[in-house]
């Protein structure tokens, strides 16, 4: 069963570094990319970025270039979200997604990581 | 990328009914790679559809997608019960990028 399991819920102050990961089974990791979306509270879905565990290639949405940093640690089948300085309005959940093999798509989610980034 | 755009912003059905629910793209989606997703409260997305018409494993035969260039449906023949949530399309575009809509809620009437 391929799952992807997903670091616990964060609560930060804003300017502080956040490393959330996202750890997949049952597959063979380093051959699917692995996306990173961001839902912000009550709203819709993001997508952010994703990379390929295989060779670490990472692909960034205009939107988030910049802002945050994707990585990867295939040794542990591992793929990690961070961010340098929070803000405020990083406050949301962040969800970690498969890639489908045919590459438009995202068929599994892990369950998701809740940031809250509050002084 | 292609901007998306879903329509209507809530859709409010009974059980029993048939959900059409629409997405159109700016501009023309490649290889019609548009997939839709089903999210309910406190849980993480789950994927319906792929390349606009193929059932994701799993997924029931009520269910179905249809559409190319820039509009696209996705239509729930006869509503249960479990199937009130909130529904997103999202396209695949060039160089990796996706974009997802901003999402249909299905209420109960």
């Given amino acids: 069963e391929v799952q992807l399991v997903q670091s616990e819920a964060e609560v930060k102050d804003p300017g502080d570094s956040l490393k959330i990961s996202c750890k997949g089974s049952g597959y063979r990791f380093t051959t699917y990319w692995v996306g990173w979306v961001r839902q912000m509270p009550g709203k819709g879905l993001e997508w952010m970025g994703l990379i390929y565990p295989g060779d670490s290639e990472t692909r960034y949405s205009p939107s988030f270039q910049g802002q945050i940093t994707i990585s990867v640690d295939k040794s542990i089948s591992t793929a990690f979200l961070q961010w340098s300085s929070l803000k405020a309005s990083d406050t949301a959940i962040y969800y970690c997604a498969r890639v489908h093999p045919n590459g438009d798509s995202f068929d599994n989610w892990g369950q998701g990581t809740l940031v809250t980034v509050s002084s | 990328e292609a901007v ?106």
């Fill in chain 2, 4 to 109: 998306l755009t879903q329509s209507p912003g809530t859709l409010s059905l009974s059980p029993g009914e048939r959900a059409t629910l629409s997405c159109r793209a700016s501009q023309t989606v490649t290889n019609s790679y548009l997939a839709w997703y089903q999210q309910k409260p406190g849980q993480a997305p789950r994927l319906l559809i792929s390349g606009a018409s193929s059932r994701a494993t799993g997924i029931p035969d009520r269910f179905s997608g249809s559409g190319s260039g820039t509009d696209f449906t996705l239509t729930i023949s006869r509503l249960e019960p479990e199937d009130f949530a909130v529904y997103y399309c999202q396209q695949y575009g060039s160089s990796r990028q996706y974009t997802f809509g901003q999402g249909t809620k299905l209420e109960i009437k």
